[in-house]
């Protein structure tokens, strides 16, 4: 009897620790710390890595996290996270914001909010110029080349039922495939290819990258649920760095023409928080 | 409690175990075609490797020393190397060393099928010739004298009196090498040939199912090797080794 009673207690205490806790602005916390605790990964180049040289993190997504900072009037602070831990430590308060990668997706919706999507990516094709596929809709009945156990063969599938698909162990033998002629296009994810079709050296006119993604993946920060004063002036933030054109600059300086990854134009805008499922875009 | 517990969890994974998924729809297509292309795979390796196994002992065994040194060359540069080699080699190699004409046709038909039955077929080719050697070796000398003596040739003594003698006796050491050949089949999942494995890792990507998949899998290289071996066995029994 005595140690159910004291559980109660137990149990009701921290319930009521843990309401105070939620109820407490998260906003006004950081502005009393005097700083911003950002999750981010640190290992993935252009969004979040280590410049050898300063030992600071540097990156896209870290360049829009200090902007955030800066606009709050508060320091950043960048905490590392493994892949897996990054929702659990947000949900813990072990960090403020997480700035790490994060593809926002409806199973995520309900755990965690998410900021303005700041980065859309997806699988693209690379298709060999001469083999007359230029849409994604030219693959049905074709040799399509990938790699085993990722997204790329479902996603594929979804939008080309009647493709004809060859994965092999590595993305690097897919890739050789292709330039052996044993297929008319390549499937992987858009950075990957970028950087494939930019160790081709002059062949490289041989090939493009279609235009279309096969899925979309947005990428957005993670905000704790419950935070609407803090997620107000993330997302403020990243209106206005839309508005001012320092959006497109820091596509330019980390993915697009300005980096080595060279990708196209941006083909997004900082807009809006919402996501739709699998639908394939221009 | 802890007994309780555990039927918990066995009933758990009894009831995720979706055996629908194996009786009918497009993913029971892809494992049955995958097994279809397994057993392609095994019948054209088999029915041309053993002869091609039984020319190479010959002509390992030939009096000739350019045709025995030639048939050594073949045995130990393929038994020497993995299959997985082999095949990478025949898919990503040999191709691109054609005239551009054949590639071209080639690569238009199913090359990774095709690329899949010349490496397994000559490695296992290679494997064969030497039980059917140790065979040959196993029938006394004096069968063979004894077929010159009587004025036949080499290859009508081989083929008439030795080869008939010697394939029985190596009956079990080749059943051994068709089991390999036909759990090595799997190998070429990794130039992309649509075989049961890869059509199990496709399933398995596409609806996460992996035991279901891998089991569908298990169950026929399983049964399709105790065929293999009930053969065997039955051959055996209807020719049996002669006393030697």
Not at chain 2, 75 to 80: A, D, F, G, L, Y
Not at chain 2, 136 to 162: I, K, T
Request: with cysteine.
């Amino acid at each position: 009897m005595r140690i159910s009673q004291l559980l109660k207690i137990l149990v009701a205490g921290v319930i009521a620790v843990g309401a105070v806790a939620a109820q407490a602005d998260q906003l006004a916390d950081i502005k009393a710390k005097g700083e911003i605790v950002f999750g981010t990964l640190g290992t993935d180049e252009p969004n979040s890595f280590i410049d050898p040289q300063t030992r600071d993190y540097v990156g896209y997504e870290i360049d829009i996290a200090k902007a955030v900072a800066k606009k709050i009037g508060v320091k950043p602070v960048f905490k590392q996270l493994a892949v897996a831990a990054r929702i659990p430590e947000l949900q813990q308060g072990h960090v403020d914001v997480l700035a790490a990668s994060l593809t926002h997706n409806k199973e995520r919706e309900s755990q965690i909010d998410f900021a303005l999507t700041d980065f859309i990516t997806g699988s693209k094709v690379l298709v060999v110029k001469s083999s007359g596929v230029h849409s994604i809709a030219d693959l049905a009945g074709k040799r399509v080349l990938t790699v085993k156990g990722g997204t790329q063969v479902p996603n594929l599938l979804r939008v080309v039922p009647t493709a004809q698909v060859i994965t092999f162990e590595t993305t690097q033998q897919a890739f050789q495939a292709l330039q052996q002629g044993k297929g008319v296009a390549y499937v992987n994810d858009e950075s990957s290819l970028y950087d494939d079709v930019h160790k081709l050296g002059p062949k490289a006119s041989d090939y493009e990258i279609l235009p279309q993604n096969l899925n979309v993946e947005p990428l957005a920060f993670g905000i704790r649920k419950g935070e609407p004063a803090l997620k107000a002036v993330i997302d403020g933030e990243l209106r206005e760095l839309e508005a001012s054109g320092e959006a497109n600059r820091l596509y330019d300086k980390w993915y697009g023409k300005d980096s080595k990854l060279k990708f196209g134009p941006r083909t997004f805008k900082f807009d809006t928080d919402k996501i739709e499922d699998d639908k394939v875009t221009g | 409690m802890a007994g309780c517990g555990r039927s918990n969890a066995l009933s758990d994974a009894m009831s995720s175990f979706h055996l629908s998924l194996l009786l009918s729809g497009p993913y029971q297509a892809m494992l049955f075609a995958g097994l279809r292309l397994s057993l392609t795979l095994l019948t054209v390796a088999f029915v041309v490797a053993l002869p091609l196994g039984v020319l190479i002992a010959l002509a390992r065994l030939s009096p000739f020393v350019f045709v025995r040194g030639i048939a050594i060359v073949f045995i130990e540069s393929q038994r020497n190397v993995p299959l997985l080699a082999h095949l990478l080699f025949w898919y990503f190699g040999a191709p691109e060393l054609l005239p551009d004409a054949a590639k071209q046709w080639l690569y238009a038909h199913d090359v990774e099928t095709i690329a899949a039955v010349v490496a397994i077929t000559l490695y296992y080719a290679a494997f064969m010739s030497e039980d059917v050697r140790s065979g040959v070796r196993a029938v006394p000398s004096v069968q063979f004298e004894a077929a010159r003596a009587l004025g036949l040739p080499w290859f009508s003594a081989m083929r008439r009196v030795v080869l008939p003698q010697a394939l029985r006796v190596t009956v079990p050491p080749l059943l051994s090498q068709t089991l390999n050949l036909w759990k090595d089949t799997s190998i070429a999942t990794v130039i992309g040939t649509a075989e049961l494995m890869y059509q199990a890792a496709k399933v398995e990507s596409a609806t996460f199912r992996s035991i279901e998949a891998f089991t569908f899998a298990t169950v026929s290289y399983l049964t399709v090797s105790l065929l293999i071996t009930a053969l065997a066995s039955g051959y055996s029994h209807r020719y049996p080794a002669r006393a030697l």
